[in-house]
């Protein structure tokens, strides 16, 4: 099993940044490869980006490249999501996720965390 907690959503205005954190328990992070996905009201959850065990992998949306950055840290188990340039329509809430192998997909994954909501104001 793996637990994850995800920190540091909030309320920003547009063109603001946040930095997400997903710290990981349970067994060995850089087992992993680590996932953000987000959810909307009324929509679907959909992937934002992914990272390799190693960090030498990443995949981005196309909606968030170029202003999102995926990064972690196997020795304290944390992944992090660095937003920047936000936009309204990032406004969700973000979860983070673990499987072996790094995809896009979320249904692939098989751990999740709470999720952490980002809401961005005009």
């Known amino acids: 099993q793996v637990q994850l907690v995800e920190s540091g959503g909030g309320l920003v205005q547009a063109g603001g940044s946040l930095r997400l954190s997903c710290l990981a328990s349970g067994r060995t992070f850089s087992a992993y490869a680590m996932g953000w996905f987000r959810q909307a009201p009324g929509k679907e959850r959909e992937f934002v980006a992914a990272?390799?065990?190693?960090?030498?992998?990443?995949y981005y949306a196309d909606s968030v490249k170029g202003r999102f950055t995926i990064s972690r840290d196997n020795a304290k188990s944390t992944v992090s999501l660095q937003m920047n340039s936000l936009k309204l329509e990032d406004t969700a809430i973000y979860y983070c996720a673990a499987k072996i192998e790094i995809r896009r997909d979320p249904d692939s994954y098989d751990y999740w965390g709470q999720g952490t909501q980002v809401t961005v104001s005009s």
């Open positions: 990272i390799s065990w190693s960090g030498g992998i990443t």
